[in-house]
């Protein structure tokens, strides 16, 4: 099996095996997840941010239009030694990871991180007012 497949059983009966579909998902471009929250379609899209702020706070846009509320958020950094970001700080190496409206804001407590050219990707699921 090249991707992954599944199959489903109705009365005692397996169907045959189908493979999924995969998304094509490039950073900064917005997609459909396929799941649908309240009546609503969920969309998502993948942010690099760049090297990350250095003892400092720094917001960034989303560009998301039509915006109505986050189902998921996640933000991490692509070094060999990756940090996840989190939504609080718990220690002076914290990455803290916040929503302001449809902006996004991260906060490092530190500039060891941003020293060492660590790059930020942060990961938006969402709503919108349709």
């Known amino acids: 099996m090249n991707g992954i497949k599944f199959r489903s059983q109705n009365n005692g009966i397996w169907s045959n095996w189908q493979e999924m579909d995969k998304k094509q998902i490039t950073t900064g471009v917005e997609f459909e997840t396929?799941?649908?929250?309240?009546?609503?379609?969920?969309?998502?899209?993948?942010?690099a941010i760049g090297t990350?702020?250095?003892?400092?706070?720094?917001?960034?846009?989303?560009?998301?239009?039509?915006?109505?509320?986050?189902?998921?958020i996640s933000g991490y950094t692509s070094n060999v030694w990756a940090d996840i970001m989190t939504h609080q700080k718990i220690n002076d190496n914290s990455i803290v990871l916040t929503m302001e409206g449809e902006n996004i804001k991260v906060t490092t407590y530190t500039s060891s991180l941003a020293n060492a050219g660590y790059q930020g990707y942060i990961e938006l699921h969402y709503l919108k007012n349709e």
């Open 34 to 47: 396929g799941r649908i929250i309240d009546g609503k379609k969920e969309y998502g899209k993948i942010l």
């Open 52 to 72: 990350i702020p250095s003892a400092t706070s720094q917001t960034y846009a989303t560009g998301i239009t039509n915006f109505y509320r986050y189902t998921h």
